[in-house]
């Protein structure tokens, strides 16, 4: 395929690199800083850099922040070729997809959103790698009209990527279940680090510290974007969250070790049945 990749960042970049490096397609590379094209040509990440012609590509990969990303295919989607395949890897989709379809659908183009399950610590094209989705999940999202050959085709390009597993679901239930395994957890690392003894862990921290705080490097514009399109399902999780904490605090605070003993066996038990469930299933 002829495919455009617009927004050479972590995501955008890795997605180039991978297709250089694993496929046969042809990569044309669209950043907003030109100098991060001229370095994607020179790492032979892309095989062109964008010059302004939106014709020609059998697929467009959008990867911008979602705010972006809707701006971006709002003011240029009349400029595609009719029934190109968009797609965009936003960590989002509910409404903000219902938007991008009706964009494409309004211009006579074709729309499936997926979401890349990976990432780092830190952003930018610096960062990207070829081998970044290497058996990561990789989440499709066609709305129930979307055409088979669509899906098909975002499938073959997520296991050309590096795909461990591929989930197919709405868009509605992408974002129910993102709102637990992924932001919540985003919420949880940027609120463990305000601890005043953040600056005393040296020497005292081992791999459950480095762990919980990983992703508090997270993009504070990018990520306020998903939480806010994403906010009901989040502020469910979250508010089960602070419940269930507040029960190991007040063990701790009533001195009741055995409630503390029953909550501390509750989840190891539901984290066993978890990994069980987990037996022969990639990620």
Known sequence: MNILVVGLGLIGGSVCKALKKYTYHTVTGCDINHDIEENALRDVAI??????NYSGFDLVIISLFPETAEKFFSENAGKFDKNTLITDVCGIKGDFSARMKKTAEKNGLRYVGIHPMAGKEFGGYSNSSADLFLKANFIITPSEDSRNEDIEILKKLSSELGAGKIVLTSPENHDKMIAYTSQLAHIVSSAYVKSPELNLECGFSGGSFQDMTRIATMNEKMWTDLFMQNR????????????????????????????????????????????RNRVGQPN
């Open 47 to 52: 095989d062109n850099s964008f010059d302004g």
């Open 232 to 275: 009901d399902n989040l502020q469910f999780e979250l508010d089960t969250l602070i419940s269930n904490l507040m029960k190991y605090r007040d063990a701790l605070q009533n001195k009741d070790a055995e409630t503390m003993k029953n909550l501390i066996a509750e989840g190891r038990k539901l984290k066993e049945n978890n990994l």
